[in-house]
């Protein structure tokens, strides 16, 4: 493994932890509540290896931009969804370990609240992640494999 191989790990925890909210989504709706703990938990860990090996990639390369090789529309799509995604990926760092500590105080009724806003955003923040992915690697590199 090179650091060039990061990008698709992180993709890739991305897409698992994406699974794990889908399928702890489906669980608390039928009121499995400790199959719904465990796809939740298993989500932020596999979220937080996702933000370490971000940090890591980017402390290795030296730089945070890598640059878009689209043209066109697809370049203002692809913008606008890496400046939702940047900045709602601020807001989950946040709201992601709160909404999971008033779950682990039995503050049930706070959780759900949070949960209402936290959950939505985080899925969101998890499926651009893989897109801005896909985008800059995989459909519109800026240096062709």
Known sequence: MTVHDIPALNASLN?????????GFVFISRRNVV???ACMLSAAVVSAAFLIGYVTHKA??????????GEGPIRT???VMLATHIVL???IAFLVPRTLLFAVQGRFDRHR????WTFPIWYYVSITGVLVYL?????????PA
């Open 135 to 143: 985008f800059l690697y995989r459909w519109w590199p800026a240096h």
């Open 15 to 23: 897409a698992v932890s994406t699974a794990f909210m889908t399928a």
């Open 89 to 91: 990926a601020m807001a």
């Open 35 to 37: 199959a719904h703990r």
């Open 60 to 69: 290795l390369i030296h730089g945070v931009h890598t640059p878009f090789g």
């Open 77 to 79: 799509v692809y913008y």
């Open 113 to 116: 609240a949070w949960a209402r």
